[in-house]
Nanobody, 126 residues
Framework: QVQLVESGGGLVQAGDSLRLFCAAS????????MGWFRQAPGKEREFVAS??????????ADAVKGRFTISISRDNTKLTVHLQMNSLKPEDTALYYC?????????????????WGRGTQVTVSS
């Protein structure tokens, strides 16, 4: 089992920055890819970014490329996935989910991920 807990969401204005955190625990995570997804009201859950623990290589959706940065950190037994979001736009408003996938490569589809957090809300006002 893998447990994922997101935090860092909030209400900001367009152009502001926000940093999301995902605390990961459970099984050995070195074999997993970690991803961020988001879901706006009435829309499908969409891929935002992913990274592998083993390589640190990131992958981004076109909509956030150049504005968002995914990274990972390890502090003793505490593992955290970060999502730095800059130049936020109203269309970035959504519930943001952290997810973990055992699948090799850089998975970017919802059904490729095995574990999910409960989400953290990001609201960007214009």
């Amino acid at each position: 089992q893998v447990q994922l807990v997101e935090s860092g969401g909030g209400l900001v204005q367009a152009g502001d920055s926000l940093r999301l955190f995902c605390a990961a625990s459970g099984r050995t995570l070195s074999n997993y890819a970690m991803g961020w997804f988001r879901q706006a009201p009435g829309k499908e859950r969409e891929f935002v970014a992913s990274i592998r623990w083993s390589t640190g290589s990131p992958f981004y959706a076109d909509a956030v490329k150049g504005r968002f940065t995914i990274s990972i950190s390890r502090d003793n037994t505490k593992l955290t996935v970060h999502l730095q979001m800059n130049s936020l736009k109203p269309e970035d408003t959504a519930l943001y989910y952290c997810a973990a996938a055992l699948k090799p490569g850089m998975p970017r589809y919802r059904n490729e991920y095995d574990y999910w957090g409960r989400g953290t809300q990001v609201t960007v006002s214009s």
